[in-house]
């Protein structure tokens, strides 16, 4: 019987040439999770997702997925993991449902049950009316729909998903984020990567990715619990003169201006961070509402991918 | 319109076209290489044409004449045979590409200078070799002085073989077929795989069950069959407009360009784990498309060729094809007369998938 960890590994490091594309990567997914990648592009999300379905060879460390060691044993994993691929990958010069017809094949779909299946994956994912259309000719919503479709055909226990909803409309975001949930109350593992704050507030864990390097592990509650920063929010009325004067403040960690509010980030190491903004602005002769307030997803990212700990500038 | 824009724009190209090896090589690579190898492949100078000989009469005199063709270094005798017949064979099976034939009463023909002495059996499918044949027929002999300022006729009675009427398609299109061949297999299957790399389709494939054999294997089938039908329709053509024979077996013919449009597409595959881009696959295709016009024995025999043109020429698949057409199509040779043709299509065939599956690695590094 395999082991409840579906993705275990360890010191996964990949380079290219000079560049560190990951490194040193530790990572433990569960059965049944939606594990999420969030980070920026060229954090390594992408390296990361190819080294676990064995396209890419770690530099250094080892992975197990499905207790298959990768890449060494991917031949065999292969059949048991779905891909998605960041770049629509299926033949545009295909219909819908030939397409999935090729993938049935190629996955080996017992043949009795390859019709019904496909028709009950049209069905799922809303291409009942696409079945006859070029896939190269659908919309973003529908290519992604068909990508999905052709992943999860062949059943698989892991699926890999590689910024699946980065080219399309936030309905249709929704729309996709409820068929990952389905397919995880069936028992499919999922990886996710992602750079939408809001997709990755959905997993059931996640892992925050900078330059390659793992910043932060855990729910998302739990990372927002513990950013180890007072999040203040400021209301100013001009708040770009107010951005100015805080972010001269060597104890502030960051400062982001969302239209008139500001969020401001400071280590909780600080004492008294209220008073330390109010006498600022005061100084200043800037008018300004302050509160402290919890923390968001992106205050979590803001706080874990800061290069220099503040104070030091 | 600014001249520091087009400079810009200039700028820009020279930069792009540094970095892109491939045309790089082009510009300069394909017109010096193919300047050399053609320059001196292309020569209807034809030397040392494999010739056999067979002398009946066998005295002083006939000997003399042989030793006299031989000093023309025209031909390069290989053999002597006892019958006409066994030159006609050699003939056939494309051993040789001239046959001389000294009948018994050669020294008698000699002397009289209304009849003509010795006949010249020559390969008619290559139209460069009859042409050499005829120039050897009105090269004068050291021994044929005889008649002092007498107008002789010719010493030497040319008879070409398999197309006695000198008409050019029968001629070219055995040939032809190799190349078009060439020309469209080659160019399906190069761009087969890089095409589904650049669609992103190849990062899909790779991750399913697929095994590399299977993914080769599975490309080239498809379009051994439409190479099989382009050959049907280059027959027909060739037979409705042209009057061009198949003198030998059609099935013959068919498992000749079976194996031959195998390896055609296999040399494709191999272009396409090589190449980047599908333009890249052209720019290789190029590369191979043209010696397989000028070294194959398509357009200049063989026999005339400097070593190394030879060498290249015997690696390509179309040399092989184009012997293997010519002989079953005009000489009404069969494939056991000419197994070593055969052979290296299919040794070819075999070398190259296996290259191209070991080169396409299922790993993106």
Redesign the interface.
Known sequence: MESHHIIDARGLTKQFGDLVAVSNLDLTVERGQIYGFLGPNGSGKSTTIRMLCGLLTPTEGSATVLDFEVPGDSNRLKPRIGYMTQKFSLFTDLTVHENLLFIAEIYSYPKAERSARIEQLLERYNLVAQRRQLAGTMSGGQKQRLALACAVLHHPDLLLLDEPTSAVDPQSRRDFWSNLFRLASDGTTILVSTHYMDEAERCHRLAILDHGVKVADGTPLDLRARTGMNIVEVIADDPYAAQVTIHELPEVASVTQLGVRLRVLIPESFDAPLALIEKALRAQQIDARVQLTDATLEDVFVAVTLKQPPGDS | MSLSRILAIVKKEVRQLRRDRLTFGMVVGLPVIQMLLFGYAINTDVRNLKTAVTNLSGTHLSQQFVAALRQTQVIDVIEFTGSASALEDKLRRGEISIGVFIPADFDRRVADPTRTAVQLLVDGTDPTILGVANQLRLMPFGFDTTSAGGARSPLLDVRPYYNPERRTPVNIIPGLTGVILTMTLILFTAVAIVRERE?????????????SAELMIGKIIPYIVIGLLQLALILAVGRLLFDVPVRGSVVELYLAALAFVAANLSLGLLISTAAQTQFQAMQMMVFILMPSILLSGFMFPFAGMPLVAQYIGEALPNTHFIRLSRGIMLRDASLLDMKADLYYLVGFTVAAMTVAALRFN????
């Open positions: 669609r992103g389709n190849l990062e899909l494939l790779i991750n399913t069950p697929v095994s299922k790993r993106l590094d």
